[in-house]
């Protein structure tokens, strides 16, 4: 059975009125937790996906989405490019959840790390469904981030928004992989340890600022 298509009309069911506020931009939509049913338009928008699904997520804890991405990563059809934050990976529900992904298979690109500054936390939450859709907000792929804490979720089908982001995304994972290689694709080597004197790795100096003419 094919995917339902994602249809932008119909988003006004997601919010909590049933309605937008007029004036409203075309190309941009934001919805709200735990007001809004931010859970059900995650579902729809990634189920819909024909071609391809690039995420950088911080909190990756939804088994409903997961399972959505599972079957997308067995799709040759569709290229799935996930990023995620190393600090969340270490947690024992991610942990499962990694365990099942088919990092291997034709099309699908997986990487864990940090941010490019310091080791820091890759704390986006930014998903490109069909190089259409960009999802961006503070909100986690978690039931509590979708359904209890407050948090806000904007979605655009403006390509313009959608091309900046991938870009964005993709020095992300470009990082994140050269971080795998470098650890001999040992993941125990990327994930936050337990104790309090986690060493982080250092980054390289900055090159020396050019003299003035």
Do not use: C
């Not at 291997?104 to 490109?128: E, M, Q, W």
């Amino acid at each position: 059975m094919a995917d339902a298509p994602f249809a932008w009309e119909d988003l006004a069911k997601y919010k909590a009125e049933g309605r937008f506020l007029d004036g409203y931009p075309d190309d941009q939509r934001t919805f709200f937790a735990p007001r809004d049913d931010i859970h059900g338009l995650l579902v729809a928008l990634l189920g819909s996906a024909q071609h391809s699904i690039v995420v950088n997520m911080f909190g990756y804890d939804d088994d409903q989405l997961n399972q959505i991405i599972q079957g997308k990563l067995g799709d040759e059809k569709v290229y799935v490019q996930m990023s995620l934050d190393r600090s969340q990976a270490s947690g024992a529900h991610e942990k499962q959840i990694l365990a099942k992904w088919a990092n291997d298979a034709f099309g699908n690109s997986i990487a864990i790390g940090t941010s490019s500054v310091h080791n820091a936390i890759s704390h986006l939450k930014i998903v490109i469904v069909d190089g259409v859709y960009t999802v961006k907000g503070s909100t986690n792929w978690s039931l509590s981030g979708e359904q209890h804490q407050d948090n806000e979720l904007t979605l655009s089908r403006n390509a313009v928004v959608a091309a900046e982001t991938r870009a964005i995304l993709d020095l992300n994972h470009d990082f994140m992989l050269k971080q795998m290689v470098g650890t001999k694709l040992d993941m125990t080597k990327l994930l936050v340890t337990t104790t309090a004197t986690t060493t982080r790795q250092a980054m390289p100096p900055l090159p020396a600022t050019p003299a003035a003419p």
